[in-house]
């Protein structure tokens, strides 16, 4: 059984940091590509940050220099270091594994305070 579990939301004043974890388990996890996503409400979600297998990694435009992804194989967890955080970054954030087949986290709610 698949899950991915996340981690490290909450509320924050803006131009504060949080630091997303994402716990992996049922997945080789080195194998798959992994994602950070967030949806507000009545929108699409929207991807935040991803990291491939290799250690690509791949930022939405409005979080460029802001947020950092990264993995540890050997843990099975991906995190997303949020820096600098604006009342626009409130979202629920997901975790996401790619590979074959897509997997969703529960999402973990950020909000932001101006």
């Known amino acids: 059984q698949v899950q991915l579990a996340e981690s490290g939301g909450g509320l924050v004043q803006a131009g504060g940091s949080l630091r997303l974890s994402c716990a992996a388990s049922?997945?080789?996890?080195?194998?798959?590509?992994m994602g950070w996503y967030r949806q507000a409400p009545g929108k699409q979600r929207e991807l935040v940050a991803s990291i491939t297998s290799g250690g690509t990694t791949n930022y939405a435009d409005s979080v460029k220099g802001r947020f950092t992804i990264s993995r540890d194989n050997a843990r099975s967890t991906v995190y997303l270091q949020m820096n600098s955080l604006k009342p626009e970054d409130t979202n629920v954030y997901y975790c996401?594994?790619?590979?074959?087949?897509?997997?969703w986290g529960q999402g973990t709610q950020v909000t932001v305070s101006s």
């Open positions: 049922g997945i080789i996890f080195s194998r798959n590509s």
């Open positions: 996401n594994a790619k590979r074959m087949y897509t997997y």
